[in-house]
């Protein structure tokens, strides 16, 4: 059964540092989310990319954080430098178009 | 501003009881609407959608209602099991190939 995988699960690191996540769509899916959720905001859309290219990073921090997508088996996430109002899980998710996103199990992050 | 809001952060319901889990959007452009359903620890699993063409959705236990007039729809779980427990999301396509998702419901089934 085909997943999209997230590592790494938990992180915990001091503000300031450099967090990067990486994320492995489903092999064929074209379209990549990376969401981030919290209490007040439920699943937040931070970015997305159809067939690598990036669509809309809006929702993003722009002065801190990034996206990529290397290549079609990899995006990665990177807060440089992260604060402790980071702290939430950031989700993958990778879909065919138009069709229902498929979600990876998560990064933890804990900025201290 | 919050396109697809769950104006209710929990819910709590007995088992064999109907839990009802409400979701309200703002944009009456809006023509299909998913429920995904969330355990800890892991991602989000899509559950039931809905299209703006039809009013009432059915999967087995999962029956999604849309009132479109009020921009409306509601997920039904009957009867309700202890497996149920989780974080309910609504969400809906905005624009070409973009997800938004409302802020969740947790809910809780006693046994």
């Known amino acids: 059964d085909a997943r999209v995988t997230q590592t790494p699960r938990h992180k915990v690191t001091e503000m300031g540092q450099e967090v990067t996540m990486r994320c492995q769509p489903i092999?064929?899916?074209?379209?990549v989310f990376w969401y981030r959720q919290t209490m007040m905001q439920g699943l937040e859309l931070l970015a997305y990319?159809?067939?690598?290219?990036?669509?809309?990073d809006s929702g993003m921090p722009k002065d801190r954080f990034s996206a990529e997508m290397p290549d079609a088996t990899l995006a990665t996430l990177k807060i440089q430098p992260s604060e402790p109002r980071d702290s939430a899980v950031y989700f993958c998710?990778?879909?065919?178009?138009?069709?229902?996103?498929?979600f990876g199990n998560g990064t933890r992050l804990t900025v201290t | 501003d919050q396109q697809v809001k769950q104006n209710s952060p929990s819910l709590s319901v007995q088992e064999g009881r109907i839990s009802i889990l409400n979701c309200d959007y703002t944009?009456?452009?809006?023509?299909?609407f998913l429920w995904y359903k969330k355990y800890p620890a892991e991602g989000p699993t899509f559950l039931i959608s809905?299209?703006?063409?039809?009013d009432k959705n059915e999967d087995g236990r999962f029956t999604v209602f849309l009132n479109k007039s009020a921009k409306h729809l509601s997920l039904h779980i009957v009867p309700s099991q202890p497996g149920d427990s989780a974080v309910y999301f609504c969400?809906?396509?905005?624009?070409?190939?973009?997800?938004?998702f409302g802020t969740g419901t947790r809910l809780k089934v006693l046994a």
């Open positions: 809905i299209s703006s063409i039809k």
């Open positions: 990319f159809r067939n690598r290219a990036p669509l809309d």
């Open positions: 944009n009456s452009m809006f023509d299909y």
């Open positions: 092999l064929g899916h074209n379209t």
């Open positions: 998710a990778s879909g065919p178009d138009r069709s229902s996103p498929h």
């Open positions: 969400a809906t396509p905005s624009g070409t190939y973009k997800y938004i």
